[in-house]
């Protein structure tokens, strides 16, 4: 399977800018997740990045670079709900399961 | 529908007790899938079914038990859990398992084991 690292926190404030970053081995590589989870609650789907480049989508923006095993997660104008578990990814193995990374707890300050 | 539904979204069961947890998506997926989530930590994978057939178990223990009655449902059946066994159970499904993309979680079924 993949090893999948992500930092474990990050903090930022109300209305800025935050990246989100995520590296991967590129070996076996079928796309990459990225997740969105609130306490106690289910994973939500943010984005699929299967080819090079940027994909936006309102406020949050995914990047992925296959050569360099690395995608990143771009949340722009930061609100309060947005603290969360953010979870970066990648199926792989024989069942195309997926395997995460840790998750980066993200916390928006007023 | 572009769901997966799981049944019940919470449940305590004593440690003798016998409990199901229920999945069902009509995506047409082909694939399904069983994730355990303790608190603060990413979901990890449990069971694969792909076209009804389990075809990975994660060296999960006998308490936990899978069924895929048909393509559209999946059952974990729980028996004689421990404590430690709390956690968020999440189904997911997928197109299958050839493929990487399509992924969708239920809501999962918050488990306390008492």
């Known amino acids: 399977g993949q090893n999948i690292d992500q930092p474990t926190e990050m903090t930022a404030t109300e209305g800025a800018i935050v990246q989100i970053n995520c590296t991967y081995q590129?070996?076996?590589?079928?796309?990459l997740f990225w997740y969105q989870q609130h306490a106690g609650e289910a994973p939500t789907f943010l984005s699929y990045n299967v080819l090079d480049g940027l994909e936006e989508k309102g406020r949050f923006s995914s990047f992925l670079s296959r050569s360099k095993g690395y995608s990143y997660l771009l949340l722009k104008e930061l609100q309060m709900k947005d603290s969360a578990s953010y979870l970066c990814a990648s199926p792989s193995g024989s069942a195309r399961q997926l395997t995460f990374g840790s998750g980066t707890q993200l916390t928006v300050l007023p | 529908d572009t769901e997966v539904t799981q049944t019940p979204k919470h449940l305590v069961m004593g440690m003798t007790n016998k409990k199901s947890l229920k999945c069902e998506q009509h995506m047409g997926h082909r694939a399904m899938y069983w994730y355990k989530q303790k608190a603060k930590k990413p979901p990890e994978l449990m069971f694969v079914?792909?076209?009804?057939?389990?075809?990975i178990n994660e060296s999960v223990p006998s308490r936990f038990s899978p069924e895929c009655p048909n393509s559209s449902l999946l059952n974990l059946h729980l028996h004689a859990l421990q404590p430690e066994d709390s956690a968020l159970y999440l189904c997911?499904?997928?197109?299958?398992?050839?493929?990487?993309?399509?992924?969708?979680f239920g809501s999962g079924t918050r488990l306390t084991v008492v």
């Open positions: 590129t070996s076996g590589f079928n796309g």
């Open positions: 997911a499904s997928s197109q299958d398992t050839r493929q990487g993309y399509g992924y969708t």
């Open positions: 079914y792909s076209y009804e057939k389990l075809s």
